[in-house]
């Protein structure tokens, strides 16, 4: 059964801060990521993909891949309040199927 | 112009009911997903279709039954509706499988 894990939080951090978002794998042969934001009420939406270790960065995002370690992560410089929402690690295997966390629920003070 | 489109939003039904979800995409993509996201939040695929072709299927309830008539719809179809099927539905597409996924605003679903 592969699965994704990732802190359910609530992760709370004051405006203007780092939030960093972790997520683990157990499929080895995991080789799409992707972190989803989720607002309550709404549908997932994409906020980074990743395919190859290292980082990849867009604005205040920032995701982070070892595969060696089966590990992904999501950094947010700058958080601002309306980044408050719960934030979803997929993993994908190049087929069709996508396996999701259950989501860190992020908290931004202001 | 919406890309992924469900109908209804809301749902709202009997136990032993049959309810129908509908989906359509307009972004051309060639696989599209039906996923139940549970009081949990949990969000867990449930089918994929490929070009109209079933592809996954996950440990669902043989009461929930796919369509895909083409490639820019899949309708989900649950035959004697029960308390637990309450939930939200997404329908999503991809451009490919194993690529990034647009979902559609989601269906809730509630059974009493």
């Known amino acids: 059964q592969k699965e994704v894990e990732q802190n359910s939080g609530p992760l709370s951090v004051p405006e203007g801060a780092i939030a960093s978002l972790n997520c683990t794998y157990s499929?080895?042969?995991?080789?799409?990521f992707f972190w989803y934001r989720q607002y309550s009420g709404k549908s997932p939406e994409l906020i980074m993909s990743?395919?190859?270790?290292g980082d990849k960065e867009d604005g205040r995002f920032t995701a982070q891949l070892n595969k060696a370690s089966q590990y992904v992560s999501l950094l947010i410089r700058d958080s601002q309040p309306s980044d408050s929402a719960t934030y979803l690690c997929?993993?994908?295997?190049?087929?069709?199927?996508?396996?999701f966390g259950p989501g860190t629920r992020l908290s931004v003070l202001p | 112009d919406t890309a992924v489109s469900q109908t209804p939003k809301y749902l709202v039904t009997q136990m032993g009911n049959d309810k129908s979800i509908k989906c359509e995409q307009n972004?051309?993509?060639?696989?599209m997903y039906w996923y139940k996201q549970d009081s949990k939040k949990f969000l867990k695929i449930m089918f994929s279709?490929?070009?109209?072709?079933?592809?996954i299927n996950e440990t669902v309830p043989n009461r929930f039954s796919p369509k895909s008539p083409d490639k820019a719809h899949l309708n989900l179809h649950i035959n004697s509706l029960e308390l637990g099927d309450s939930a939200v539905y997404f329908c999503?597409?991809?451009?490919?499988?194993?690529?990034?996924?647009?979902f559609g605003p989601g269906t809730r679903l509630l059974v009493l």
């Open positions: 999503a597409s991809s451009r490919t499988g194993g690529e990034t996924q647009y």
């Open positions: 499929d080895r042969g995991s080789q799409s």
């Open positions: 990743i395919y190859s270790n």
């Open positions: 997929a993993v994908n295997d190049y087929g069709q199927n996508f396996v």
């Open positions: 972004l051309g993509h060639d696989t």
């Open positions: 279709y490929n070009n109209k072709e079933l592809i």
